[in-house]
């Protein structure tokens, strides 16, 4: 239990919007567009004030004012939102001018940059903030959140006047206190919307779900020849095999080449080389976001309160290669991987998590830290110098663990190595445990040959959260 305390903390909960009726979704993306396009209207005048040199810090403030701003806005947005979003436009500004006043001091080194617009690849960064009193959040059964409308979004969307558009939300709150003023944000890679709501407590407040003194920290590693290969720091391990998968992207990655080298010379693409793309993108995606969900719903049952992935940049440098390449940024789509994983884990579960750099943890023995015999083949890694023999991925996920973790993880008696498909392409596995390794089946995440037990059977889900797309494991 959460130790008493009188004094006052405030801390961020973490959820995910999950509305059923696409108009909802599609009005969620309105408030949200209006929002951003507030604050590229206001940065655009303080921007063109500021960079003219004739004018001063107060032109700057006055080049577009708050009336102006409200009129063009309060009734797509609401007065609460849109006095909202002029306090974050000012919150930028006010920072902007004291670092630029402790550079002219000499108390800053670097020139600061001019406040931006809230642009990513020339689309606006779908994003708000929404006062404390525009909203109202409910944990229960049915958990939701009441969002306050301008009057023209509630007319266009058939809402009365006197209600609040009303959203399922998905997520594991830690905390219970006074909301403060809620950020909502919608990516487009992942069509997922995420809101962080400050909340100011008490420490007897906390939502304490875990007696434990000692947290469970789980490292994603992110294989050479598989998927993800994943350790955590009380033993549990899974190796999520992509080889079939690559393979299939790959066919998908040379046809869209063949019909490319067929094009006349002033055409870029065609129709059916964009219906390729769509196609290899589909079946990534499904793959991927099914994997989310089965690790989601492991860490979950296995306690973990923080996921450290791996971070490819590094890996990059070092063994850059076209296939390589290929499967780093084209078919693990490492960056929206990241960006699934964070929306899903920290939005639905209060699961932290980092991105840390996995560059040679694959090249080191994790039994006696021998580095410069060690050789790999495919899936099997060898130490010459202690004569262990384990699965590279496997390996790799224990070493990044332990790289990220403070304390050393004994993982002496339980040395496992994932069995490959067809037996023997491993070599020897004398002494070895089993670990689960699953396969894609176009579906879902499954255990596949050897397996060190039954697959379970039950697929129930958690209340309220979201609902598993793979098999057990």
């Known amino acids: 239990m959460a130790a008493t305390n009188e004094e006052k903390r405030t801390r961020t909960n973490t959820f995910a919007l999950a509305p059923k009726a696409e108009w909802k979704k599609v009005c969620l993306i309105e408030l949200l567009d209006s929002a951003a396009a507030l604050v590229n209207i206001v940065t655009y005048y303080r921007r063109q004030a500021h960079f003219d040199g004739n004018q001063t810090r107060t032109d700057v403030w006055s080049a577009i004012t708050k009336t102006e701003i409200r009129n063009r806005f309060q009734s797509v947005l609401g007065r609460a939102i849109t006095d909202k979003m002029l306090d974050k436009c000012d919150e930028q500004w006010r920072a902007f001018f004291e670092q630029v006043d402790n550079y002219e001091g000499g108390d800053r080194e670097n020139k600061p940059g001019v406040p931006g617009y809230w642009k990513d690849n020339n689309k606006r960064v779908l994003r708000a903030c929404i006062r404390n009193d525009a909203y109202t959040v409910e944990w229960g059964e049915h958990s939701r959140i009441e969002l306050a409308l301008g009057s023209d979004l509630k007319e266009k969307y058939d809402i009365p006047l006197n209600q609040r558009i009303r959203i399922q939300i998905k997520g594991n709150p830690q905390y219970d206190g006074h909301g403060g003023r809620l950020e909502l944000g919608y990516d487009r890679t992942t069509e997922a919307f995420t809101a962080k709501q400050p909340v100011t407590f008490s420490d007897d407040t906390t939502r304490a779900t875990d007696s434990s003194d000692e947290e469970c920290v789980a490292a994603v590693d992110v294989g050479a020849n598989n998927f993800v290969a994943v350790t955590t720091t009380n033993g549990h391990q899974r190796v999520f095999h992509a080889r079939p998968l690559f393979d299939r992207f790959h066919h998908y990655t040379e046809r869209i080449s063949e019909l490319q080298s067929q094009l006349p010379e002033q055409m870029d693409s065609s129709r059916l080389i964009e219906k390729v793309y769509a196609k290899r993108t589909r079946h990534r995606n499904h793959a991927q976001d099914a994997l989310v969900c089965h690790l989601t719903r492991l860490f979950s049952e296995w306690g973990v309160k923080a996921v450290y992935v791996g971070k490819l940049d ?147 889900t958690r209340k309220g959260n979201l609902t598993s797309e793979a098999g057990s494991a």
């Open 314 to 460: 590094d890996v990059r440098e070092k063994h850059w290669s076209a296939t390589v390449n290929e499967k780093t940024d084209l078919f693990w789509a490492h960056g929206r991987f990241r960006r699934r994983m964070q929306t899903v884990l920290e939005g639905q579960y209060g699961i932290s998590v980092e991105e840390k750099s996995e560059a040679g943890t694959s090249s080191q023995c994790p039994r006696c830290d021998e580095g410069a015999h060690v050789a790999r083949n495919g899936d099997v890694f060898q130490c010459g110098g202690c004569g262990f023999e384990g699965h590279s991925d496997v390996v790799g996920g224990e070493n990044f663990l332990q790289s990220v973790v403070d304390d050393d993880v004994d993982f002496t008696g339980r040395r496992p190595m994932a069995r490959p498909v067809d037996s023997g392409q491993n070599g020897p596995e004398r002494g070895h445990q089993t670990v689960p390794r699953l396969e894609w089946d176009d579906h879902c995440w499954r255990q596949r040959g050897h397996a060190t037990k039954e697959e379970p059977t039950n697929q129930s």
